[in-house]
Every structure is written in C-alpha cells, then in structure tokens.
C-alpha cells in the first residue's frame, strides 16, 4: 500500500508541474478527466516520471485518484464519484471506469493547490483605493458634476417627435405595427444535430468529418444512441432518463 501511495503522490505532483506550466488556470479552476490522460500527463511520456511500468499501473493510479483515495483529486459529478468508489470496493475492480467519465470536470483537490495559486501578493491601502477610482464609469462622474435643473430644447428646436435643434430623432412605431417573425425551429434543430456529431459526447474532441462515425478515434466512447427500454426510442449518450417516457435508465 505504501509503494501505490507513493506512485499516487509522484503521479500528482508531475500533473501539478505540468498544469503549472502549460495551464496555470487549473490550479483553481475545473479541467476534464479526458485533459489528464489525453494532454496533461499522458502515459507513453510521463511513465518514467510517475514510476509505473505498465499502462494497467497507471490506469489504476489514475482511477484511486479520481475516486477520492488520497485527497488529490475533487470530481464534480457526483454520479461518476459514487460509480467509481462503489467499483473501487468490489474485489476486482475495473481500473478503466473513469473512460466512460471522460467529459466529466475534474480539479485539485484544495488541500493539494501550491499557496502561491491560492493566495496572491497582498495589495497595498493606497493602491486598492487608486484602482476603485479608476474602475468608477466616466459616465458617473460626469452625471455628478452636471447641475440638475429641467431640460430645454435648443434654439430654434421642436418638441414633437422628428428634429430637435439640428439633430434628426426617428420616431418610435406604435407597439401594434412591429411584427417579430418566428424563430426557425428546424435551422436550430439542423444545427445541433450537426455540432453533436461534430464532438464527442465525452472527450469533447472534433471527431473526423465523416458519413458515419460510431465511436470517438480519441477516447474510444460509444457515439451511438441507444434505444429506451421501455418505449424504444433512441436516447443520446450520457442520458440517465429517456426524454419520451421518462424511464430511469440508469439501472
């Protein structure tokens, strides 16, 4: 247990590194468990530097970690958090789980964050106060310095709607004469359809511009839709209710 507990704090510390230097954001802020394994600290070239020999040994380092052993890692869905602890506890789990919750947002546990991300610089009274007063809108300290007092129309200017001194105003049509044309529902529905098989569903990779494509070439996730068990109408990936019947599918 010591030896995995050791390949678990060498496997986050190469990952705090590497999003340290590449994206300095995920320190605090969510990244996938897709961007682990497919950008970040890929295996084939970060092997060496987390200390397993096999791809099962990093899988399994990778899945302790996403399932909340250790305190390195936070998942946010707690679907898939519950999923792979209950895997964790059978007698022979499946290391490979945490493919099917690729898209699934991920970040360093708080604890686990360097205090250089988590605390900045301290800022100085007098600079504090310096940047308030330039954050204020021009627009009110002008209103401020303005008298107030009724409004009068230039020489020579109308009140009537049209000209007021010698700037031209348009009138504004009765409520009853505009006409909002109805949105089109099926350009919508054509184009979601078409930014749906343009990405996966998991790894939110641009897939291959093809006829047909069933699964993603970059996480291997199934792209098919599935029919619902009760009414048989195809369901989308990652659905957990059917949108016809409303049957759970997630037993």
Known sequence: MSQSRDVLERFLDVLVKQITA????????PFTVAEIYQELVPYHSHRDLIGVEMNGDYEDALFRMLSGEGDYLVLDSEVALREMQAELATANPNAGLFHEFAAAEVRLHPSRVPASARTGPE?????????????????????????????RPEPGGSSEGGVVGHIETASTPPLASVKVAPPDRSETKDAESSDAMRVCHWCREALPARDSIHFCPFCGSDLRPSPCRKCGEPMEARWQFCGSCGTDVRA
């Open 22 to 29: 590449t994206h300095p954001e995920y320190l605090t802020a």
């Open 123 to 151: 800022v100085q009274p007098e600079e504090r106060a310096a940047d308030e007063r330039s954050a204020e809108p021009v627009g009110a300290k002008a209103e401020e310095a303005a008298p107030v007092g009724p409004s």
